[in-house]
C-alpha cells in the first residue's frame, strides 16, 4: 500500500537550532516527493519537490531511496519557520493524486 | 490575479441534509482535486477531475460526489450529511495532473 509516515506531530527547537523534519513512505515504484507548508492563517502551499533539487527558504530534502525517507532539513531554524509541514507523495504515472502523511507542526521557539 | 476560492469558509448542518461547497478557480486548469484534512490523517483525496465531464474517486469518496461542467468550478456533494464529514475540506487545482497544486483557502465544514 502506499503510505507517508511522519512519526513527529510535533517539533520544538529554538531559533538557530538545526531543523530534520522526517518522513519515510512507502510505494514499490518511483514516486515523486513533496513537501507542502501551511503558515498560520495561509493557504497550504509546496515547499519544494524532489525533481527540482532546489532549496526553498534555506530548506533543502534528499530523495533516499534505499531507506525510502525524504526527509526535510535546515541548518538554522527561524521563527517565521513556524508552521505546519505535510510530506506527500505522488505515484508515477502522472496522475497527480498526492498522498499526505499526517503532517508535523514545527514549532521555533525564540 | 487568477486564483482558487471556495465557498462558504464555514459551514454548519445537520445529519442527512445534502451540502454542496463550492470551489472555482481562475487559472483555466484542466486539473482539480478535492481533499479532506483530519487530525492524524492529513489530508486525505475524495475526488479530482482532470477536465470537464471527467471526474474520479479518490481514496475517501464514500459519501461524496462532485460533477464538471466547466473548466473553472468543481463542486464537492455530500448527498447526505453524516457526523464523520465533519472535517476541513480544501480544493486544489494544477495546469497538469502532476504539476504543483495551488490550493484554495478550506471550508471548515460541522455536521451535527
Known amino acids: 500500500a502506499q503510505r507517508v509516515t511522519q512519526p513527529e506531530k510535533l517539533l520544538s527547537v529554538f531559533k538557530g537550532a538545526p531543523v530534520e523534519l522526517k518522513c519515510n513512505y512507502s510505494y514499490s515504484g518511483s514516486p515523486e516527493l513533496f513537501w507542502y507548508v501551511q503558515y498560520s492563517r495561509q493557504r497550504l502551499q509546496l515547499l519544494l519537490r524532489h525533481i527540482s533539487r532546489e532549496s526553498i527558504k534555506g530548506f533543502t530534502a534528499d530523495l533516499n531511496k534505499g531507506e525510502t525517507s525524504f526527509h526535510l532539513k535546515k541548518p538554522f531554524a527561524q521563527e517565521e519557520d513556524s508552521a505546519m509541514y505535510y510530506c506527500a507523495l505522488t505515484p508515477s504515472g502522472n496522475t497527480g493524486k498526492l498522498i499526505f502523511g499526517q503532517g508535523t507542526t514545527l514549532q521555533v521557539k525564540p | 490575479d487568477a486564483e482558487i476560492t471556495q465557498s462558504p469558509r464555514h459551514k454548519i448542518t445537520e445529519t442527512g441534509r445534502q451540502v454542496t461547497l463550492a470551489c472555482h478557480q481562475t487559472w483555466n486548469h484542466n486539473n482539480m482535486f478535492w481533499y479532506r484534512q483530519d487530525l492524524g490523517h492529513g489530508l486525505r483525496l475524495i475526488h479530482y477531475?482532470?477536465?470537464?465531464?471527467?471526474?474520479n474517486k479518490g481514496e475517501v469518496s464514500d459519501g461524496y460526489s462532485v460533477s464538471r461542467s466547466n473548466t473553472e468550478d468543481l463542486p464537492l456533494t455530500l448527498e447526505s450529511a453524516a457526523s464523520s464529514q465533519t472535517s476541513v475540506y480544501f480544493c486544489?487545482?494544477?495546469?497538469?495532473?502532476?504539476?504543483?497544486?495551488?490550493f484554495g483557502p478550506g471550508t471548515r465544514l460541522t455536521v451535527l
Open positions: 477531475s482532470y477536465g470537464v465531464q471527467d471526474t
Open positions: 486544489a487545482s494544477s495546469e497538469a495532473p502532476a504539476d504543483t497544486q495551488y
